[in-house]
């Protein structure tokens, strides 16, 4: 069950935020905590895809 999980996730580290799930780590958590917690790890995702994208618009530039 958490391979099947961790496979359905794609937009953040899918194991921690599976063993996150599977722990009850936002159990004793209110909402807002929860989704914090759950918000940093798709920020950082997105934050990787951000420098990819800056790193290949500037290898579109040096070859334009």
């Not at 953040?12 to 004793?28: H, K, R, S």
């Not at 905590?33 to 618009?57: D, G």
């Amino acid at each position: 069950l958490k391979g099947r999980i961790a496979c359905e996730m794609n937009t953040c580290d899918e194991l921690i935020a599976t063993e996150i799930i599977f722990n009850n780590i936002l159990e004793p958590l209110n909402p807002p905590e929860a989704v914090a917690i759950l918000s940093a790890l798709i920020f950082q995702v997105c934050l990787i895809a951000y420098r990819c994208f800056v790193v290949c618009l500037q290898i579109c530039i040096v070859f334009t």
